[in-house]
């Protein structure tokens, strides 16, 4: 399979220091790294230059992630775009479920 027009966007997030009910995720960081091998390895084989990954994000990183994606959807060369979160999820006054990444909203 020929993969030159996939991409994936892996973001994770460890640590969640505005909010002391959610622990930290180390883990986080080996699911991403876990997964980023498999898309590299011949079974995939999405080019290292087709595999973003975002560890705990900050406002400035955020945008810069978020352009890189805008650029990449915009060139219209993608065939698939994966995009992975490791990272809590929380609930609303509602009952909804929500990824949590706090560190987008610094």
Same mark, same amino acid.
């Not at 994966?82 to 929380?90: L, M």
């Given at each position: 399979?020929?993969?030159?027009n %996939?991409? $994936? +966007?892996l973001i994770?997030v460890?640590?969640?220091a505005a909010d @002391?009910? #959610? /622990?930290p ?7 991403v $790294?876990?997964l980023?091998? $498999? +898309?590299r390895?011949?079974?995939f !084989? ?6 973003? @990954?975002q560890?705990?994000? %900050?406002? &400035?990183? &955020?945008?810069e992630?978020l $352009?890189k =994606?805008?650029?990449?959807i915009?060139?219209g @060369?993608?065939?698939n #775009?994966?995009?992975?979160y490791? !990272?809590?999820g929380?609930?609303d006054? &509602?009952g909804? /479920?929500? =990824?949590? @990444?706090e560190? +987008?909203y610094g």
């Amino acid at each position: 399979m020929n993969n030159e027009n %996939t991409f $994936a +966007f892996l973001i994770y997030v460890q640590e969640y220091a505005a909010d @002391v009910d #959610l /622990h930290p995720l180390p883990q986080a960081f080996d699911n991403v $790294a876990g997964l980023r091998k $498999a +898309f590299r390895d011949s079974s995939f !084989g999405i080019p290292k230059e087709n595999i973003f @990954v975002q560890p705990d994000p %900050t406002s &400035k990183e &955020k945008s810069e992630f978020l $352009a890189k =994606l805008s650029d990449i959807i915009e060139s219209g @060369v993608i065939k698939n #775009l994966i995009i992975y979160y490791a !990272g809590h999820g929380i609930l609303d006054d &509602k009952g909804r /479920h929500y =990824l949590f @990444v706090e560190r +987008f909203y610094g």
